[in-house]
């Protein structure tokens, strides 16, 4: 009896090491997936691939804004530190080399406050459509994220992702303003 005992107890301890094995085996291979995927709409940033970048985050709220930060971040670069996963939830640590903000928004209001100051936007301002001030503003934008006189700054991000029918996806879609250090959302406040 006891040595039926002893048998139980360790193809018990067995079974829990393989059930634990293979539950951090799977987590291993979640994070493994995760960080693939990152890694992918990284590299579409950096190659301003826009479609490999909307199959992970969604830039469809202001298509020509997406453009610009998509053509600015070439030169961007990425270290993950770690990646946990856990069910269909998976976080990455992250430190991004990417466009000095302060830079971008100096040079941006310096670029707008020339441009309102004009004759020819005066003479047009009266008939503009909302539209056309956004195009005028991101093509200010744009000048700027892709002039070449914007220096880098690395900071350290933590990027939340979920699976979702068997793909993982960004949960988090300011994922694009943190590679640009929240420009996009400073710059929606001084267009509004």
Same mark, same amino acid.
Do not use: H
């Given at each position: 009896?006891?040595?039926?005992?002893?048998?139980?107890?360790?193809?018990?301890?067995?079974?829990?090491?393989?059930?634990?094995?293979?539950?951090?085996?799977?987590?291993?291979?979640?994070?493994?997936?995760?960080?693939?995927?990152?890694?992918?709409?990284?590299?579409?940033?950096?190659?301003?691939?826009?479609?490999?970048?909307?199959?992970?985050?969604?830039?469809?709220?202001?298509?020509?804004?997406?453009?610009?930060?998509?053509?600015?971040?070439?030169?961007?670069?990425?270290?993950?530190?770690?990646?946990?996963? +856990?069910?269909?939830?998976?976080?990455?640590?992250?430190?991004?080399?990417?466009?000095?903000?302060?830079?971008?928004?100096?040079?941006?209001?310096?670029?707008?406050?020339?441009?309102?100051?004009?004759?020819?936007?005066?003479?047009?301002?009266?008939?503009?459509?909302?539209?056309?001030?956004?195009?005028?503003?991101?093509?200010?934008?744009?000048?700027?994220?892709?002039?070449?006189?914007?220096?880098?700054?690395?900071?350290?991000?933590?990027?939340?992702?979920?699976?979702?029918?068997?793909?993982?996806?960004?949960?988090?879609?300011?994922?694009? +303003?943190?590679?640009?250090?929240?420009?996009?959302?400073?710059?929606?406040?001084?267009?509004?």
């Amino acid at each position: 009896m006891r040595k039926t005992l002893k048998l139980f107890a360790a193809t018990a301890a067995a079974v829990s090491l393989l059930t634990l094995a293979s539950c951090g085996g799977d987590s291993a291979q979640k994070a493994q997936e995760a960080q693939q995927a990152f890694g992918t709409v990284m590299d579409g940033f950096k190659n301003g691939d826009t479609a490999a970048i909307e199959e992970y985050v969604d830039m469809s709220a202001d298509p020509e804004l997406s453009a610009a930060l998509a053509a600015s971040l070439g030169n961007i670069s990425y270290e993950v530190k770690s990646v946990t996963a +856990d069910g269909n939830k998976a976080t990455v640590d992250v430190s991004v080399t990417s466009l000095d903000t302060s830079q971008i928004m100096q040079k941006y209001i310096e670029s707008v406050a020339a441009l309102v100051s004009s004759p020819d936007y005066q003479s047009k301002i009266d008939t503009m459509t909302k539209e056309e001030y956004d195009a005028l503003m991101n093509e200010q934008l744009e000048k700027i994220l892709s002039s070449g006189e914007i220096g880098t700054v690395t900071s350290d991000e933590t990027i939340e992702m979920t699976k979702e029918d068997g793909k993982w996806k960004l949960s988090d879609s300011a994922l694009p +303003d943190k590679l640009i250090g929240n420009t996009l959302s400073a710059i929606d406040q001084i267009k509004q």
